[in-house]
């Protein structure tokens, strides 16, 4: 863009910005003349997508700030009351995150300013929450300030429907029409007073609904580290312990109050390497039987073992076992392990980047199995919804209350199923070997890889689809799928699926960081527990070469 130009539509952003902290960041920028940083913040619009906005905080339209989401408000109301809910209710929730409350003011003075009645809740609350309270509430949509897991710089916009689940196509880009047709702030009615703040009924009646996860008569006797990575978890979860009669939780003091800077962690996601380290020293003190984790906004739920561990909690701490954490498929299919040991019926449902055993565990038990596109926007709306889950930490198990992934309830549930194994002297590990036996050793991994240019993921994608693999580890690929033609049972998504014997991988672009992500399963035969170790060591030795020669294929 040229100088002037790029000069000029900053100048006219500045112009309408009620921010004054973005207001002096692009006036500083402006006087500079630094023409690369204001062409960073200018060479297009942040794009509103399925998972609604995100980005870094800053001035711009490629950054987020109150301008843009008042724009992202404002197509938001058009296209509500274009869909016929002239004087419906907006429900608002937000994190702890900088900026998140007065993003989340400012989307209830834009729907109160289009007519709509928009009510917020009363403090940084997990975005489980405010999705029970959308139809808790009979709203016609609801809003989520909150990045997730993301670095502390980011924020983001998740935006809920009346059915209580993420928005799908056709609504986001109907949605963004609206957004892009806002050619002026000052367009845009912005009352300074007339929306609802709840109070904290809603909360009290999603902690209600926690009980109904769990069985009446369940023991409740496994002792956890809980740690709320700087999120907005803490509260809740322990009063949801509570009312379940579990032993009050030990928190990882230092992660457990909400911090918008999240100081102890490079990146506030459970998953990622260093993140857990404070909760296991807690629990290398406190000897519980499980240590739980949710990220920040508390959608997602990780949990770590004790590896090792000979007796039901191995409370000795002599044996030199040390904690791991359970991979997303592990504990996706102990909760459904356990909620078919309780009878539960409906329709089992999982993305395609999660492990292949769910489909088998639903199988035997006669029930009803579907696979979705990522993304609980996806599993949500799968008919019949009984138990939905993603490798990525992301459980639903009570989809009546929750059409969305719930870090607390998946606590709470998978904390049950501790205490009934604790009963039988037995530990998670034990029911993980339990189902190897049963349907053979189901081992996934993952290759992602984050990049700076994100040209460098599309010639990935690119290089895949020209010159494809015939093999990977020796195993050949029986079936290669490019998922942007979509299938029988799947619309098109950016993706591809290859089918190995007794392996699969998936290789997408991640829909919400910068990263190429390429999931990786190898089904292992196993006659009886005597053979664990060995198909551990070979699931292992063929999960590593797949890595290898997929980034080989790839170029990465």
């Not at 907005?232 to 032993?247: H, S």
């Not at 098109?492 to 998936?506: E, F, I, K, N």
């Amino acid at each position: 863009m040229e100088h002037d130009a790029l000069t000029a539509q900053a100048q006219a952003w500045l112009a309408e910005d009620p921010d004054p902290d973005t207001r002096d960041e692009l006036a500083r920028l402006i006087a500079s003349g630094d023409h690369a940083e204001l062409t960073a913040r200018f060479s297009g619009t942040l794009q509103f997508g399925t998972a609604g906005l995100r980005g870094e905080l800053g001035a711009g339209p490629l950054r987020m700030n109150r301008s843009v989401v008042i724009r992202a408000a404002a197509g938001l109301a058009a296209y509500l009351v274009k869909q016929g809910h002239t004087d419906g209710l907006v429900v608002i929730g937000y994190d702890a995150r900088h900026k998140s409350q007065i993003f989340a003011e400012d989307t209830a003075a834009v729907m109160t300013g289009a007519g709509l009645r928009a009510a917020v809740l009363p403090r940084p609350l997990p975005t489980p929450v405010l999705a029970f309270a959308i139809r808790h509430l009979g709203a016609v949509a609801g809003v989520e300030v909150t990045a997730s897991h993301n670095p502390p710089r980011d924020n983001g916009y998740k935006v809920y429907l009346g059915d209580g689940s993420q928005i799908v196509p056709p609504a986001d880009a109907e949605i963004a029409a609206e957004i892009e047709a806002i050619t002026s702030l000052t367009t845009v009615p912005r009352p300074t007073t007339g929306w609802e703040t709840l109070d904290d009924s809603v909360l009290d009646a999603y902690l209600a609904r926690t009980d109904a996860v769990l069985s009446p008569d369940s023991p409740r006797t496994a002792r956890t580290v809980y740690t709320a990575m700087h999120g907005v978890g803490k509260d809740v979860l322990l009063a949801a312990f509570a009312r379940a009669g579990f032993p009050a939780p030990d928190l990882v003091t230092e992660q457990a109050d909400p911090d918008p800077d999240f100081p102890t962690v490079a990146f506030p996601n459970p998953e990622e390497p260093g993140a857990m380290d404070l909760a296991f020293a807690k629990a290398r003190e406190t000897h519980p039987d499980l240590v739980i984790a949710n990220d920040p906004d508390a959608d997602r739920c990780a949990a770590a073992v004790k590896d090792g561990a000979n007796g039901a909690d191995g409370a000795d701490g002599a044996d030199g076992a040390d904690w791991r954490m359970l991979r997303g498929d592990e504990v996706g299919a102990l909760l459904a392990a356990h909620l078919v040991r309780r009878g539960a019926t409906g329709t089992f449902a999982e993305s395609i980047v999660s492990s292949s055993l769910l489909g088998r565990i639903a199988e035997k038990a006669g029930l009803p199995y579907e696979e979705t596109l990522t993304g609980f926007k996806w599993i949500a709306r799968v008919d019949g919804l009984r138990y939905g889950y993603e490798e990525a930490l992301g459980y639903c198990v009570d989809p009546d209350g929750v059409r969305d992934k719930d870090g607390i309830t998946a606590a709470l549930l998978l904390t049950e199923l501790a205490s009934e194994l604790k009963a039988e002297n037995r530990t998670l590990l034990d029911l993980l070997d339990d189902l190897a036996v049963e349907h053979g050793l189901h081992a996934t991994d993952q290759l992602s890889v984050r990049v700076k240019d994100l040209g460098l993921i599309a010639a990935a994608m690119r290089r895949l689809r020209e010159q494809p693999p015939t093999e990977l580890a020796g195993l050949r690929i029986t079936k290669a799928e490019d998922l942007t033609e979509g299938t029988d049972k799947l619309p098109p998504t950016d993706g591809l699926r290859y089918t190995l014997d007794g392996a699969r991988v998936v290789v997408r672009p991640s829909g919400t960081e910068p990263k190429l992500k390429c999931y990786l399963e190898v089904v292992i035969p196993v006659a009886a527990r005597a053979d664990l170790p060995e198909a551990r060591t070979r699931a292992t030795a063929l999960l590593t070469t797949i890595k290898q020669d997929l980034s080989k294929a790839a170029g990465i």
